[in-house]
């Protein structure tokens, strides 16, 4: 299997340029975890990756698909409960044996809930995932034996292999890479082939692909399943991100937080959604100086996004660079310099 | 029994203030099939404008329930005319997020202007009085609420179906293109429509507010009831609105005085979901392509 | 090859979040001025609490600075301006706040901020419940001293070398109105107030929104009953605990009124809950204005502004079935009265036309708190040494706003000096439509049980 096959490398080509962007952003994360050494700047990179491992899958669902869930935060809470519970609450689990738990018994319950939900569509759709993402949270915050109700669940432990504990922000970020990584593969495997072909099938017209005989109620129950799993795993990470976790980190806002990465970065394609991230994040190192306004600044960007630019940040880049490609005529100066340089080899 | 009864009565009074919430949005959505989450926070503003005018003005209720429901249905041509008419023909996931974007302005906006602590009263006709049967009570302001719903919805449904304006703005919910053909100006409808989801929001919330005290966050659970309502009675209907309206806040104050305190959040989201299953029109919605 | 025009866009946009994240300042270690920073909800629903406390604390900073601290240490620490008096070195105090939005990530974000990038070397905050054990398991250690003065939580000193509370917690408040509730006839007639007060009552309720602040008052309700040995009957899971968002308080009201209590203790601090709750219980059969019911509130409650807007919304509270406690002594005496006379002004002055709104009793005790802890560090004699400052401010007492002589609560197993604020609980009447002190006050009683004492707190 090969990433890109050679002919099809070029400049106008959406997937040579994905398929850089993956690698300069990853490469990007892997050189700022070498040289960040500040503590902070590594935590926010912590948490950005927990939250990419959740937004990339759900990107399929959401822009590939064309399926808005409103109730993701759900599916985390459900993750990060089961590392809580299994390792705290209940039991003495080791990290590594609670991580597995979570995604099975996240994408079980995605499994179990695609059924119901999938006789849904559009807005219907929507608010159906919203409800169920409101009923998770109210059982975190109800079933006070199981989960601790408000008291949350705190001592949540960082993994370890051997002696290597994973305790430091600097190390905690390996576990993160890694499995950011097996996200971002998967979900490119997914997406190429005929699972994306069905995919935007679907998202074209849902009647038509069943009409031509496309299964696809099997693929969107693929699709939901499989982001729910990597929502259960990035929770698991993000309960031993921050040690403790009560209901108040799985509402409804933070639901609304997957969507808006998704939106802003980009949809539809699985860089997207993992700028999205970034830049909110980058965005609120900022956006802390506006103090109590950022609220607003942020609805605000959501709008502006949404009107202007329809394809967010990424389909805002790739549109800049086609301008600039077709208009300025950087591309012949550039085209020439390594069309030399491709002769020369 | 009792107990039931009463029950019974309070839910359905807070039934119908939510069925009003949920029938800006169901109007807007029927006509102009866009779906505001901004909504809930007209609801707050619609609170905050019927506090300032009747109260720090010291004006009567109804003045202020009025300027509530003029100056909400203005913002709400503003919002139209500033977004959403941009996002008419955009995947649902945009129209959401745009209004989800303005839920956030508009209510920061609100929590940095009025602040949190303070008590917001608005006197109310009907405060110092309640009907009784036995042990049942109805509060004179509870009755007063319920009054003005019906009349509402009896004009809502008047103008709908009985004027000219109404038969334009279902054409326009019927199909667009055809409704222009005909020679309907489709800026005007949605300036109308808009104007009245916006002003049946401000209503919601001047009565709310008058009940229950005015304050920044009392948008959020009537957005998420009225998002319920809306499916639970078709999505469009007027009349569905007002009768989901009823069932969930009744269903919601048994679930709370029978079941549990904290366990009456779950009532709207297991009825939806239930509905969802059994009848995904609504009760009072037709089978929808979209649906 | 030709691919290159992917990298070098994708090496821009790369290059501007690097800059993003890597532009912060790169403090030098030289600890030439003393660092000392906080977390705080400045927007977002709970944001009002999060307002005056961040201008408090930030007031006493400037204060110290100044060389006006208005509040004196016992015994007696120099106040002269420039910074914290060390040695024969002047150490300026460095402020720095940040938002959390509500938001238990962020505030841990901020955490880490303050702790890697601003080298803080004490946190004040933040205020919620799992941001504050996770700030718990992140700061102690590191040995990072933790302040709260409105968290009113368990969780910031059981078991914590580094934590401190300076305010009284959910728990403490409610052994309180336990103790009040328990009053002997004759105690209760020798400072003016009925003896058959408590007659004839047996059934206790508990209504308040569902948070960690009203489920830990709960529990300490329940631990007060059990306390006096049968004489009242309440359990926790009767308490009746409404979501966040409620608008419509009359199922929950019912709920309340169906358990039929004698004695109902309301854990609301936000006024439109209070007043829509009270509203609702004169309608349904719980009456405090003719005696049904005995309202019990906490000092929210029995603020006199409280009682202002209550009274505008026709609710009488002077009936003498409402009590409540408050943690500021309120038989001021000559020197606390001028303290606050002189900090009020400097106080409204400041933030009087911003959204912080005016002093009320919530500022001061924050206010107090920051300078207590800043003469605490200039008392350790080395703002470099974080157990040494812990060790001296422990011990250092405070005649503040809140009135004479604060301490630190010393516990009675092992004699060491906790973290919690050693608070007394005063009960307060309200009578002709003003709040008045009874003259009874708890302290020593209070502090009792695993939620406020001991080396960990309960699962």
Known sequence: MTLLPAHRISL?????????????????????????????????????????IAVIPFGLLMGHMGYLAMGQ?????????????????????????????AIIITSALAYLLSYPLFRLRGYHFAIG????GQLLYIMFDSWEWFTGGPHGTAGIPRPALGDYAFVTNQRFLIVVLFFLVIAAFASWWLARGHVGRALSAIRQDEDLAAARGLDVFRYKQLVFVFAAGFAGLSGALYASMQIAIDPSSFTIWSSFQYVIYVIIGGSGTLLGPAIGVVFLVVLDQFIQDFGKWNQIVLGGLIVVTVLFFRGGLWGGANLLWHFALESVGIRQIVAQALGAATRGK | MTAFAQQLIYGASYGMNLAVAAAGLALIFGVYRVINLAHGQLIMLGGFVAYVVATQLGTHFFVGFFAAMIVMGLLSIVLENAVFRFLQRRPLTDQLLASLGLYMVLGTTALRIWGDFEARPIAMPGEDWALTAGEIRIDGARLVTIAITLVLFASLYFVVYRTHLGRTMRATAQGEETAALMGIKKRRVAAIVFFLGGALGGAAGAMLGALFNVRPDMGFQPLLMALV????????????????????????????????????DLVPFLVLLAILMIRPQGLFGLPDRNA | MASSFGVIRAGLLGAALCAGLVAGPQLAKAEDTFKFGGVFTLSGPASFLGLFEEAAVRLAVEQFMKGDCIVEAVPPQPCEGGGLKIGDKVIPIEWTAYDD??????????????????EARAIWGPRMNSALLSAASILDPQGIISICAICSSPAMTVGRKYGHDITDTGVIEKHGMGEFIHETPERLAEHGIDPALFDGRKKLGFIGRNELYTVHGSIGWQEAVEKGGGRYEYQHDWAVLYPFGTTDFAPHVAKLAEQD?????????????????????????????????????????????FVDVAKDQGINMSSGYVWGWQEHNPAQDEATLARVEKYVPIYNAKYGDTEVGNSSPFDRGAYDAAIWFLYGVQASGDHTDNDKIVEAWRNLKINGLRGPTNEFFTRPDTGEKTGQLFATEYIIGVADEKVFYTGISYRDELFYGPYVYGDKLPK
């Open chain 1, 12 to 52: 106008r080509d959406r997937r040579t340029r994905a398929v850089i962007g993956w690698l300069v952003l990853l490469a990007f994360l892997g050189i700022l975890w070498a040289v960040v050494d500040n503590n902070y700047h590594l935590r926010l990179l912590v948490g950005a990756g927990t939250a990419m």
């Open chain 1, 73 to 101: 935060g759900g599916f985390v809470g459900v993750g990060a409960y089961v590392v809580g519970v299994l390792t705290v609450q209940q039991f003495e689990f080791d990290f590594w044996a609670a991580l597995p738990c």
């Open chain 1, 129 to 132: 995932t919203l409800a169920v």
């Open chain 2, 229 to 264: 309502i809306i499916i639970f009675g078709g999505m469009g209907s007027i009349a569905g609105s007002i009768v989901a309206g009823l069932i969930l806040g009744i269903l919601y104050n048994l679930t709370v005085f029978y079941v549990g305190s904290k366990l009456g």
């Open chain 3, 101 to 118: 939005v509500s938001e238990d990530k962020k505030s841990i974000d901020a955490v880490i901020r303050l702790v890697e990038q601003d």
């Open chain 3, 261 to 305: 209590p004698d004695i109902v203790l309301m854990d609301a601090y936000i006024f439109p809950d209070m007043l829509a709750i009270m509203n609702e219980m004169k309608k349904q059969g719980l009456n405090y204005e003719t005696g049904e019911i005995i309202l019990l509130g906490n000092d929210v409650l029995m603020l006199q502004i």
